[in-house]
């Protein structure tokens, strides 16, 4: 079974930082692409950041702008997002999202949302002053 589980989410202020983890089991994670993804109240989910199954190569939205930085430990079965200089459009649910098949390739730029797969009740993220 597929388990994907936020956490690290919290409340931050404008220019703050928090670090996301998300804790996986049930799948071989070494081999997925893995990605985040967010959700404001009200609006559809978007693609946040993709890595690589070695860790080597990733891609982030435009809206990143440098400020995330997504990691894995694939000793630990562990992804990690980085979240910097936050701003109050930062805020959100973020979710973890493994990739739908370990070929998949359409997790660069521009990656659809609705591909990826999620499983945790995902992360919030609250950016206010």
């Known amino acids: 079974q597929v388990t994907l589980v936020e956490s690290g989410g919290g409340s931050a202020q404008p220019g703050g930082s928090l670090r996301l983890t998300c804790a996986t089991s049930?799948?071989?994670?070494?081999?997925?692409?893995m990605s985040w993804a967010r959700q404001a109240r009200g609006k559809p989910i978007e693609w946040v950041c993709s890595i690589g199954k070695d860790g080597k190569d990733t891609y982030c939205a435009d809206f990143v702008e440098g400020r995330f930085i997504i990691s894995r430990d694939n000793a630990r079965n562990t992804l990690y997002l980085q979240l910097n200089s936050l701003k109050p459009e930062d805020t959100a649910e973020y979710l973890c999202?493994?990739?739908?098949?370990?070929?998949?390739?359409?997790?660069?730029?521009?990656?659809?949302?609705?591909?990826?797969?999620?499983g945790g009740q995902g992360t919030q993220v609250t950016v206010s002053s």
């Open positions: 049930g799948f071989p994670f070494n081999d997925y692409v």
């Open positions: 999202a493994k990739a739908p098949s370990p070929s998949y390739l359409n997790w660069k730029h521009g990656s659809d949302a609705y591909d990826w797969h999620y």
